[in-house]
């Protein structure tokens, strides 16, 4: 089955998302444009026109109403998912890696980059008191001083946070009073990527280290890990399936030494029980920098260094093969 190749970006695709229902696929990268299209059929809807640097991340919270996306420019946004309308600015003090709204769509947090002599920090603000947009105020923020955050993620109802590092550390903080919760180091090298599971019960990290590992999201106990030979970028679970989906590759700046050929930048695909591959989707011209799987399981996206964005659809086999199995 051919994908459908999304062409929105000039720069290499920093994430790719989709909203809960799964008809819209939001993108971004490393140039200032925030994309969404419609992901049955590639078409693209429309653009977030505003930053001005690099955008890292992006979330849409769970009615599609507002989408958050924090960038290289020193700020987070909100907009209007429907007009394209810019509703909020927050100016931070440097840049933007990681956001997301909670279960509720009503409180945002994102975490900022250690450098220019500041310290990583991770902000709270409540969307319902508008006085915390307009002073910058948010209600909490937690320092980070050893280990800037890499990927941070919600956790079930919103009650806490799970925060990926620089170091290889995973830490847990209480959405309420800030405070740290559990903190475990299973992995050895940056944390690239965290991914929640559809019911919010385990979460999957991607690291430089060469392995993605799935974790209990209260407990944060390590449950399996999958192996590869290059570091993951990104990795994703499947919402239907005991399915993970892995992207990666070398480091960018390794990529020219390279031939495509011997590149490796496929998607892998793992089974979440046994560990062990099963298929490889080829089709990139660079390491993959996102993964994300459509919340009715039947298709999955890819987003790479080399800007561009493929919808993949599974193959009817696909399905019968699992149920089989």
């Not at 200032?32 to 026109?49: A, D, F, K, M, Q």
């Not at 947009?133 to 806490?160: H, Q, R």
């Not at 030494?257 to 695909?269: C, D, L, M, Y």
Request: glycine share 8%; with cysteine.
């Amino acid at each position: 089955q051919k994908p459908i190749l999304l062409q929105g970006h000039e720069r290499s695709i920093t994430q790719i998302k989709y909203n809960r229902e799964g008809d819209l696929l939001f993108t971004v990268a490393k140039d200032p444009i925030v994309n969404v299209w419609y992901s049955v059929n590639g078409e693209r809807l429309g653009t977030y026109n505003g930053h001005t640097g690099a955008v890292w991340c992006v979330d849409a919270d769970w009615d599609t109403r507002h989408v958050l996306t924090g960038s290289a420019d020193n700020s987070c946004r909100l907009w209007d998912c429907e007009t394209g309308k810019q509703l909020a600015l927050v100016k931070t003090s440097s840049a933007v890696r990681t956001c997301g709204f909670d279960f509720g769509g009503n409180i945002i947090m994102f975490s900022t980059d250690k450098q220019m002599g500041y310290q990583c920090f991770v902000s709270f603000f409540d969307l319902r008191d508008p006085s915390q947009i307009e002073n910058s105020e948010p209600y909490m923020k937690i320092p980070c001083s050893d280990s800037k955050i890499t990927s941070a993620v919600w956790g079930p109802l919103g009650e806490f946070i799970i925060a990926g590092h620089e170091n290889g550390e995973l830490n847990q903080f209480s959405a309420k009073s800030g405070e740290q919760l559990s903190n475990i180091k299973e992995h050895t090298k940056q944390i690239n990527d965290i991914q929640t599971s559809r019911d919010m019960t385990m979460f999957i990290t991607a690291s430089k280290d060469n392995t993605a590992k799935l974790f209990d999201c209260t407990s944060l106990e390590h449950l399996k890990t999958f192996r590869t030979e290059r570091p993951v970028n990104s990795a994703a679970l499947s919402p239907i399936f005991d399915h993970v989906v892995l992207g990666g590759g070398q480091e960018a700046m390794d990529v020219t030494t390279t031939s495509t050929r011997i590149g490796k930048f496929e998607a892998r695909f793992f089974h979440l029980a046994f560990e062990e591959e099963f298929g490889r989707v080829k089709g990139h011209f660079g390491p993959i920098n996102s993964v994300a799987f459509h919340p009715d399981g039947k298709s999955y996206s890819s987003g790479g260094e080399d800007g561009y964005v493929r919808i993949h659809y599974f193959d009817p086999q696909y399905f019968e093969f699992e149920f089989e199995a």
